[in-house]
């Protein structure tokens, strides 16, 4: 335990302390384990595919992603259109790529905002002993909400007034993005929260508080570093979670609309015409499929690297 | 013990008249009317009177209450009365909470659905556990084998596919290419069981929605082994058991696992109400009308009371599911209920 800090604290505050062996920064370290974790270095490599393909494949792909075709309907894949085309004759390839970019902004969003209240929650109720009885049993009940049914209920009720008044894309991104992040932070919350208890009574915190530290800079500069790799764990997680989340609400409907083409929602759109182009169904879902089994591996690679009992090896 | 059981079971009382607060107040804000399928020509005043009766313009605390009243002694005591064949107080004129929509009792319904959700699910959570536990102690032991590498990563991909993909996908193989098993599962067939082909024909049926499902529930519960049992194989007891000459089977059954289990036991105890909640998903694809199906209807018709209730349900087995996790966990590990 003592080892992670110092190593942390190392890159933090005070970049390379000289060592007795070689100067290895905890970065540094960190990524030669994690190169290690083959499954972790393969998922790095299709999850950077995934996300180049999406921010600049529309740009490159010549089809428009909504444009219709009614000559040009149901086709299969060709060397024009790549996965063939829908039952309106847009290019399936085309509307995958720019469905894509929701579909992981989606995620992403999402992900920053559960990490954001997650590591809140968990860092005032470690570090505040006053208030962690009444955080941990609020996060106790979020934990004993039922989720799914929840979240079905919540967008029926907000989505018409929020598409009024923010637009249709701009409102149901804040709404789904906020949802799934306000449901998803309990995890991080009590991983945090065990970090900070234990980090709190550390010989470092002690002396920051000796030498008149402001609570705000100790939790800021001694603190939140130390619970850096628990926090990217679950970064990777929350990134995974809030991407099957969003497919399964456009896959029942609840999501985007319908012009709206995130994975999820292709997904739903093709089922019905699954005899006559598969592509419209296999293409999504397995983008969905690729990027969560990647970004998971990571996740195990960076739970690994992180971890100082097998990084020591 | 009996305290810790004590405290447990008073701490989820709260917590579930909290959780019944919250999803009866965000369905409050629902724009859902019992009137709006009535015919237009009827006059505003009598609407008004059909509001007033169902209690629409009570104030918000006082509807609550009313719910609660219904949830929790009316619902219960006629189930009570329905299974028993007993009659306790006024059961004849006793209110129920009525859909909306069907203008029948919402538990009814909730009970002629629940067969077809548990025959798919409780199946599919059956095999799952049946298949995940050896997976995962067979891969811990023998780690980094090619079984464990093929194990984590067939799990890892169970538990990364979405469901509804995996369903899609063998709905296209298996009934579009292959034409052996019916695209989706036909919740009203009654099943013959002196016929060989009716058995065989529900058996077909089923094959794909359980096996789908089985492969999501083995992927979370067979890593979640795996990982336990690797905490306890490298502990000093291991060695002691093995130091004094016990055979390994005995090692590994009597001692690795029966200090791995502890928390396996308690997320599958925890899994158990996800059951209901993967059924939303998995009975869209393959579309079952199960509870799942249910809700989504509910939700698509405004049909407030049905969602309070199905929802309320899943809270409740939630709570309740929480609270026997808790208490095995005291059971099986004796450290948990000093604490």
């Known amino acids: 335990m003592a080892t992670t800090q110092e190593r942390t604290q190392e890159v933090t505050a005070a970049p390379a302390g000289p060592e007795k062996q070689k100067h290895r920064s905890l970065k540094q370290d960190v ?41 040009n ?31 992981l902004s989606v995620g992403f969003a999402a992900m920053i905002f559960g990490l954001f209240i997650g590591t809140a929650v968990g860092i005032i109720s470690g570090f505040f002993k006053r208030l962690d009885a009444p955080l941990m049993r609020t996060t106790d009940l979020f934990l004993a909400l039922p989720i799914l049914p929840l979240l079905l209920v919540v967008i029926m009720l907000f989505r018409e007034p929020l598409k009024d008044a923010l637009g249709p894309e701009l409102g149901i991104f804040i709404l ?63 990134i995974a979670a809030a991407i099957l989340t969003e497919s399964a609400l456009s896959f029942l409907g609840l999501g985007f609309p319908a012009d709206f083409p995130t994975w999820g929602r292709l997904v739903q759109d093709g089922r019905n015409h699954l005899q006559i182009n598969p592509m419209w169904v296999v293409a999504p879902g397995a983008l969905i499929s690729l990027t969560v089994l990647s970004v998971n591996f990571i996740g195990d690679g960076l739970r690994d690297a992180l971890d100082p009992k097998l990084r020591s090896r | 013990m009996g305290t810790y059981v004590l405290r447990r079971t008073l701490f989820a009382i709260p917590t579930l008249i909290i959780i019944s607060l919250i999803i009866f107040a965000i369905l409050d804000l629902a724009p859902g009317d019992p009137t709006n399928q009535l015919p237009l020509t009827l006059p505003d005043e009598v609407k008004e009177r059909i509001r007033e009766a169902l209690g629409v313009n009570d104030p918000f605390l006082v509807k609550w209450l009313k719910w609660m009243r219904l949830m929790f002694i009316n619902e219960p005591l006629n189930l009570i009365d329905s299974i028993f064949g007993t009659c306790i107080g006024d059961c004849e004129n006793r ?28 199946l599919a959570f059956i095999l ?39 369903g899609l996908i063998c709905i296209l193989v298996f009934s579009v290419w292959l034409g052996w098993f019916p695209s ?50 490298n502990e000093d007891y291991v060695r002691t058991a093995r130091s004094k000459g016990l055979r390994e089977n005995k090692v590994i059954t009597k001692h690795v696992m029966r200090n791995s289990m502890i928390p396996v036991v308690t997320l599958i105890a925890l899994s158990i109400p996800g059951i209901f909640a993967g059924a939303i998903i998995t009975e869209q694809i393959f579309r079952v009308n199960g509870l799942g199906a249910l809700l989504i ?43």
């Open chain 1, 31 to 71: 990524w030669r384990q994690f190169k290690r974790h083959k499954g972790a270095i393969v998922g790095l490599v299709v999850l950077t595919i995934i996300v180049l393909a999406t921010v600049f494949g529309p740009f490159v792909y010549p089809h428009d992603p909504f444009e219709i075709d009614p000559t």
């Open chain 1, 73 to 103: 309907t149901n086709q299969p894949p060709s060397s024009e259109h790549v996965f063939g085309t829908d039952n309106v004759g847009r290019d399936v390839l085309a509307r995958v790529l720019i469905g894509g970019r929701i579909s």
């Open chain 1, 176 to 238: 789904v993005v906020s949802i799934i992040g306000l449901t998803s932070w309990m995890q991080t919350a009590r991983i945090v929260r065990g970090d900070v208890l234990a980090i709190k009574e550390e010989e470092f915190v002690l002396a920051a508080h000796a030498v008149g530290t402001k609570k705000r800079n100790v939790i800021m500069r001694h603190i939140l570093p130390n619970t850096l790799s628990p926090v990217m764990v679950s970064a990777a997680l929350g």
């Open chain 2, 95 to 122: 209110d129920r909470i009525i859909s909306w929509s069907s203008r029948a009792p919402a538990v009814d319904i909730i009970y002629q659905r629940l067969p077809q959700t548990l025959w798919v699910l409780g």
């Open chain 2, 128 to 166: 799952g556990t049946l298949i995940a536990i050896p997976v995962g102690v067979i891969s811990a032991y023998k780690q980094y084998s090619a079984f464990d590498n093929i194990g984590t990563f067939v799990t890892m991909i169970g538990f990364s596919v979405p469901t509804f993909f995996t």
């Open chain 2, 184 to 233: 989706f599962y036909d919740g009203s067939y009654v099943v013959d069981w002196s016929s060989w082909e009716s058995i065989w024909f529900q058996i077909k049926q089923m094959i794909m929605p359980v096996a789908v499902l089985t492969l999501f529930n083995t992927a979370a519960l067979s890593r979640f082994t795996r990982a336990s049992m690797l905490d306890n194989l």
């Open chain 2, 297 to 339: 209807t509910a939700i698509g018709q405004g049909d407030v009371p049905m969602v309070q209730t199905l929802t309320f349900i899943f809270a409740f087995l939630i709570v309740v599911f929480n609270l026997v996790a808790d208490v095995t966990y005291g059971l099986l590990d004796p450290r948990i209920r000093y604490d």
